[in-house]
């Protein structure tokens, strides 16, 4: 069962983005030190294959670095989940903000690390990131 329990921080770093901790995730902005966890975890046909078809398999160290600079350009969208207890990289989460008529719409994204699947982690950190999305950016809520 998931927990309710849910603490949204400031971050404290240039990223701009927000630090969400839940039971057992820290859910905080990626970082260039996540780049070789990141690529690491995603080289992995298993998770290519559920991702979007520019997402590069192999995926290598210099693919991680070039994600995070393109996030670091508009901070507060991508997020390293990461486990609360020693602080392991586990995978992504991630926003994508709308345009145009799709302004309302974000699309939301991720992907764990195979090693650790099976333990709730992605279910765990999309209702965070949604809880958060849904309270800070009220004008989401529509009929």
Same mark, same amino acid.
């Given at each position: ?42 080289? +992995?046909?298993?998770?290519?294959? +559920?991702?979007? +078809? ?8 210099? #693919? ?20 609360? =207890? ?7 989460? /991630?926003?994508? &903000?709308? +345009?145009?008529?799709? #302004? ?10 195979? =090693?650790?699947?099976?333990? /709730?982690?992605?279910? =765990? ?5 949604? &809880? ?6 009220? =004008?989401?809520?529509?009929?």
């Amino acid at each position: 069962m998931l927990s309710t329990t849910q603490t949204v921080t400031p971050s404290n770093d240039s990223t701009g983005g927000a630090v969400i901790i839940t039971k057992r995730l820290l859910v905080r902005p990626s970082t260039f030190a996540d780049a070789p966890d990141m690529a690491r975890l995603a080289n +992995n046909l298993k998770i290519a294959r +559920n991702m979007r +078809n520019t997402f590069p398999s192999p995926y290598l160290l210099e #693919h991680a670095e070039v994600c995070l600079t393109m996030c670091a350009k508009d901070p507060g969208n991508d997020f390293a989940v990461c486990r609360l =207890e020693d602080g392991a990289y586990v995978g992504n989460i /991630g926003i994508i &903000r709308g +345009n145009d008529v799709l #302004h309302r719409t974000w699309e939301l994204g991720y992907w764990i690390g195979e =090693e650790y699947w099976g333990q /709730g982690f992605a279910s =765990e950190a999309l209702v965070a990131l949604c &809880r958060f999305c849904f309270e800070t950016h009220p =004008e989401l809520l529509s009929a």
